[in-house]
């Protein structure tokens, strides 16, 4: 697990200065990290015996105060910045709570997070929703109150910001990278990512974001937020919720993801590969300052699964 510094280890055969910009991160993923994931046997296609890395998943049960509220599936990092971020996009913590304490207990994987506010969600645990997360993820409540209530800052999107942003964030070290079979979530600033979080489900990705915003005091007006899964409405609500008004996807759009996003006012931009990218709500904001000629397309070797589908046929269907 990596520090406040960022610092974890190098991949094999990378090079000082191709990698300069990590030291921009607050947190990003340490592929590296043994607990994260496995090596395990097997054979392929031709029945050669193969070896290949694959990420770990483990139970997170979580508490607020005395009352439990659900078990995750996750990859076991960063759970103190997931349990929070989770009680926030579930509008179970306020955002001038006063959280007194986050324990986290390894050997029984139960999170506890305590508030001064005493706490009871007994109804509003009775009425949730099953999310389109590929890890299922549950949202509690009024889904809608956030999107009508939203008024999001007037920041701006410079077209050079997001060409840079996603050329450092395809070439960071990742559990992706070395494992696949995983979303990644990245808070960033300008052209400058910041906090990069991965998890089985982009629900967990984006609570573990949420939850270091809150714990840090990280301003969400002038953020961006990137994400590696589908524009669902889901992702829509929870940036929302966090306040930040720039959403972009190297993946494809729901129907119901726009139809929020519209109606929040968030800046949605999607399919962004290379010096390709669909912005299909909050136009206003994107000030158009890159010249195309000088933005390199997307390696093979950094391209997700759906990459090529979508080039050819224009869907965003193939992107967990």
Same mark, same amino acid.
Request: hydrophobic share 40%; aromatic share 6%.
């Given at each position: 697990?990596?520090?406040?510094s960022?610092?974890?280890a ?6 000082e200065? &191709? ?5 921009e @991160? ?13 090596a395990v ?35 076991g990092?960063?759970?103190e ?5 989770y009680?926030?996009n579930?509008n179970?913590?306020?955002? *001038?709570?006063v959280?007194?304490a986050v324990?986290?207990?390894?050997e ?12 009871? @969600?007994? &109804?509003?645990?009775r009425? =949730?929703?099953? !999310?389109?997360?590929?890890?299922q993820?549950?949202a509690?409540g009024?889904l ?9 800052p ?5 077209t ?7 050329h ?6 990742s559990?992706?990278?070395?494992a696949?079979?995983i ?6 600033? =300008? ?15 984006v *609570?573990?974001?949420a ?5 840090h $005091?990280i ?5 961006i ?5 589908r ?7 929870? !940036? ?5 008004p720039?959403?972009?996807s190297?993946s494809g ?16 931009? $999607? =399919?962004?590969?290379g010096k =390709?990218f ?7 904001r994107?000030v158009?300052?890159?010249?195309l000629?000088?933005?390199a397309e997307?390696?093979a ?7 090529e &589908?979508?080039e050819?046929g224009?869907?965003?269907?193939? *992107?967990?």
């Amino acid at each position: 697990m990596n520090g406040p510094s960022g610092s974890v280890a190098r991949p094999p055969g990378a090079e000082e200065e &191709d990698l300069a910009f990590l030291s921009e @991160y607050l947190v990003r993923p340490d592929p590296f990290d043994p607990r994260l994931s496995v090596a395990v046997r097997g054979i392929d296609h031709t029945g050669a015996p193969v070896e290949t890395r694959v990420v770990t998943e483990r139970a997170l049960t979580l508490f607020l105060n005395s009352q439990e509220i659900v078990t995750m599936m996750t990859i076991g990092d960063h759970p103190e910045h997931l349990a929070v971020g989770y009680l926030l996009n579930q509008n179970m913590l306020k955002p *001038d709570d006063v959280v007194t304490a986050v324990d986290y207990d390894a050997e029984l994987d139960v999170v506890v997070v305590r508030t001064e506010r005493k706490t009871d @969600y007994e &109804d509003k645990l009775r009425k =949730r929703t099953l !999310t389109s997360g590929c890890a299922q993820g549950t949202a509690f409540g009024d889904l809608m109150d956030v999107i009508e209530e939203a008024r999001l800052p007037h920041a701006e999107l410079r077209t050079s910001w997001l060409y840079a942003l996603t050329h450092k964030i395809n070439r960071t070290p990742s559990l992706y990278l070395e494992a696949g079979a995983i979303h990644g979530c990245v808070l960033c600033q =300008r052209d400058r990512p910041l906090v990069y979080m991965e998890d089985v489900g982009r629900h967990n990705a984006v *609570d573990k974001v949420a939850g270091y915003m809150h714990r840090h $005091g990280i301003d969400p007006a002038d953020k961006i937020f990137y994400t590696t899964g589908r524009l669902t409405s889901e992702m829509v609500i929870k !940036t929302v919720r966090m306040g930040i008004p720039v959403l972009v996807s190297r993946s494809g759009f729901t129907a119901w993801g726009v139809e929020l996003a519209r109606k929040a006012g968030l800046t949605l931009i $999607g =399919r962004a590969r290379g010096k =390709r990218f669909i912005a299909l709500c909050g136009a206003e904001r994107i000030v158009f300052d890159q010249d195309l000629a000088y933005v390199a397309e997307e390696s093979a070797r950094h391209r997700r699964k759906g990459a090529e &589908d979508e080039e050819k046929g224009g869907k965003g269907g193939a *992107d967990g």
